[in-house]
């Protein structure tokens, strides 16, 4: 079972720490396939039948291709290119028992603490540095392992297998030298950057899991890996609009940042990112603003975040009828409170698509007594309203520091994108017609 797209995934995913890096990683696919970058500073300037990706803060990314005549609608497919990891705070050095530096961080996301102990970690992100007289922000990977954050021996806590807690400010800061170390942290990212201390004016860093995916099993059938959550379906979405045909509807897939926090920033699912570049490529195309409202009720969204597996250890956190497993296909999520904007129609619509690419669905809602989580896709639809559903692929352990989820899964959903990408969406009241 072991196949490429898992491998390209897992060198993707290994090159990617953070957002930043997902947008970048991104980018460079896109260009390697023909797409052109826009910037939202600059005029857009679309041609039918091309495809072009847009930046907003570098760590979120919306690429589209447009149709080569008639514009029907928007099919759009979003998911998060940010996970849960460590933020290193600006004032870093944390001397301790006399003998170490530590580095000061606070919580990013919600991760399971104790999956980040006894890991080789390194720092990752962007540096904004001063350069010939501007502000410039420069992407770094500290590619080697540098930081390591300790356990406490079962001998000196006895406690450590009884259901621990950890504080973020005490239990999880990470070792990062000898106290007689001649490099601070600020002088390794300073050379990483290639500019001098002292132009260094702030930055974006995290502390993020070092080790590499792994497709394994008795049929390699399962894949390990920091940060599937959601790149996996980041990078499956990605692949499927590469894959597409141009139909009558503009193709539009967004990574968006800071999921993981609520998507409340200029970047994330809660802003005006995906509306402004509708907006602009409606303009771009040359289509009277008159007809908008009518172009938008003939678009669709997928919002693509990974899914709860039922749990070898406890199966009995699943609900007792949908219970999604790992290579059995794309996971359709509901919820009664619409925590995932899933209804009878979007449903039906998305299983449609996955019956013409000849991939399999299954369903995902939380047990009854048990609140879940939450994604992208009613934020985005608070910004952009249209039918949308919320899709994922099942996982194990979400929020791990190694997460594990489905080797054929992948490629599900890299073939229903593309067919997504590749149909059009006409909704007249209540009948619809997927083109
Ligand atoms: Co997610």
Redesign the pocket.
Known sequence: MENTVNKELIDFIYASPTAWHTAANAAKILEDNGYTQLFESDNYDIKPGKGYFVKRNDSAIIAFKVPKADFRGYMIMAA?GDSPCFKIKCSPAVKSANAYVQLNVERYGGMICSSWLDRPLSAAGRVVVRENGRIVSKLINIDRDLLLIPNVAIHMDRSANDGKSYNANVDMLPLFSAADSENSFEKIIAREAGCEEEDILSYDLFAYCRQKGTQWGADNEFISSPRL??QQCAYSCLQGLLNAEAGDSAAVCCIFDN??VGSGTKQGADSTFLEDTLCRIFDAMGRDRRELAQVISQSFMVSA??AHAVHPNHPEYADRNDRPLMNKGIVIKYNANQKYTTDAVSAAVFSEICKKADVPVQRFTNRADMPGGS?LGNISAAHVSIDTVDIGLAQLA?HSAYETAGAKDTEYLIKAATVFFSSSFNRRGSEIEIL
């Open positions: 998060h959550d959601d999921e993981e975040d990974n994604t979400m």
